[in-house]
Every structure is written in C-alpha cells, then in structure tokens.
C-alpha cells in the first residue's frame, strides 16, 4: 500500500510539471535607450554628446581646458588636453564628434571623461565633502540645440556647478547657465562658491 501511494505521488508532481512546462526564464542582453538612462541615472552619471563643424574645421589644433572657481576666483587651469602632442590628433574632418561623462565619487571627486573617436581623456578633481552632493552638469545652450563656436580662440561649453540659492533658499541651476553672462563672472551675480567650466580651444 505504502508503495502504491508513493507512486501516486510520484505520476501526481509528474503531471503536475507537466502542466506547468509554459513557464519560463529569458535573459535579454540588448540595453534600450531607457534602460541607459536608468543605469546612468542610478550611478549618478551625466552624459552629453557634442559635434562641432564647420568647412574651416580640418586640420586645425584644439585643446580641452578645465578652470576651476571658488568664490569667484580663478584657482587652477588644467588643460586637459592639447591635439598638438601629436599629428595624430589634429583634426582631419569637417567635424569633431565628442562626448563628456561626469560624475561625482563618494570620495568628493569631480570626475569627467571625453570621449572622442578612438581615444579618450579623463581627470578627477577634489571638493569639499559638504559640496559633492550639490554639483550638477549644465550646458551653455538654453533651450537651443546649436550655439555658435569661434574657431580663432576658447569657447566655454559646460559648467559643474553648484547652485546659486535664491532669498528664498530654493536653488537654481538653469538660471545661472542660462544668463548669458561671461563665465567666469558667475559669481559676480550669482555667488556660486564653486564651479567648472570647460572649454575647447582652436589654433
């Protein structure tokens, strides 16, 4: 008896799992726009994608120069990269397809990375541990997708910054990269006590 009720048993999770054979585990490795964007988002990333261009592109020599302000004062200059190193660098096109990743480490470091075609630059910059959760990535373009460049000399693009905080203590980033004031001046205005700005520079 005992055995014949084991047997039951057995052609009872048999049939069972027989009925239950739809069911099933996929993995998807293929990683859409949105996904991206969660990814980024989680690791506190931000990503932008630049082209430059122009006829009097080619052949021209450019440098990637980072300033550094506290309390409206110009504190350092790091250029971070200049094409002139090598031959190899100079642009041979009528574009320059760039892109720049930033992100702020738990170790209070300002880290940003441009990416070009084939090669990339990184630094890392030190703030204050009470700073690092106040930067954020902006851009020089307002609402517009096209600024003008001028190919004889520097040409601020992005700022990291902090923000500037209003009378009523609510705090304004767009506000700032959006005046259209020189910036190197944000703080005559504004009073941001510390900020990045990023250049490309053409010779």
């Given at each position: 008896?005992?055995k014949?009720?084991a047997?039951?048993?057995?052609?009872?999770?048999?049939?069972?799992?027989?009925?239950?054979?739809?069911a099933?585990?996929?993995?998807k490795?293929s990683?859409?726009?949105?996904?991206?964007?969660?990814?980024?988002?989680f690791?506190?990333?931000?990503?932008?994608?630049?082209?430059i261009?122009?006829?009097?592109?080619?052949?021209?020599?450019y440098?990637?120069v980072?300033?550094?302000?506290?309390?409206?004062k110009?504190?350092?200059?790091?250029?971070?990269?200049?094409?002139?190193?090598d031959e190899?660098?100079?642009?041979?096109?009528?574009s320059?397809?760039?892109?720049?990743?930033?992100?702020?480490?738990?170790l209070?470091?300002?880290?940003i990375q441009?990416?070009?075609?084939?090669f990339?630059?990184?630094r890392?910059?030190k703030?204050?541990p009470?700073?690092?959760d106040k930067?954020?990535?902006?851009?020089?373009?307002?609402?517009k997708?096209?600024?003008?460049?001028?190919l004889?000399?520097?040409?601020?693009f992005?700022?990291?910054?902090?923000?500037?905080v209003?009378k009523?203590k609510?705090?304004?980033?767009c506000?700032?990269?959006?005046s259209g004031?020189?910036?190197?001046?944000?703080?005559?205005k504004?009073?941001?006590?510390?900020?990045?700005?990023?250049?490309?520079?053409?010779?």
């Amino acid at each position: 008896m005992k055995k014949q009720t084991a047997l039951l048993a057995c052609v009872l999770c048999t049939l069972i799992a027989a009925g239950q054979s739809n069911a099933s585990i996929e993995i998807k490795h293929s990683v859409s726009a949105n996904d991206l964007q969660n990814i980024l988002y989680f690791e506190g990333i931000s990503h932008e994608k630049f082209n430059i261009k122009s006829n009097k592109l080619k052949g021209k020599d450019y440098q990637l120069v980072i300033k550094e302000f506290r309390e409206g004062k110009l504190v350092k200059v790091d250029t971070m990269f200049n094409s002139r190193e090598d031959e190899y660098f100079r642009i041979k096109e009528d574009s320059l397809p760039f892109a720049v990743l930033t992100k702020m480490s738990d170790l209070s470091e300002f880290k940003i990375q441009v990416q070009f075609n084939g090669f990339s630059v990184s630094r890392k910059y030190k703030v204050l541990p009470a700073e690092k959760d106040k930067f954020a990535l902006k851009t020089f373009f307002g609402p517009k997708l096209e600024m003008p460049i001028n190919l004889q000399g520097s040409n601020y693009f992005l700022a990291y910054m902090m923000p500037y905080v209003r009378k009523d203590k609510s705090e304004a980033y767009c506000e700032v990269a959006q005046s259209g004031l020189d910036p190197e001046k944000l703080y005559e205005k504004y009073k941001i006590p510390h900020y990045f700005l990023v250049a490309i520079n053409f010779n």
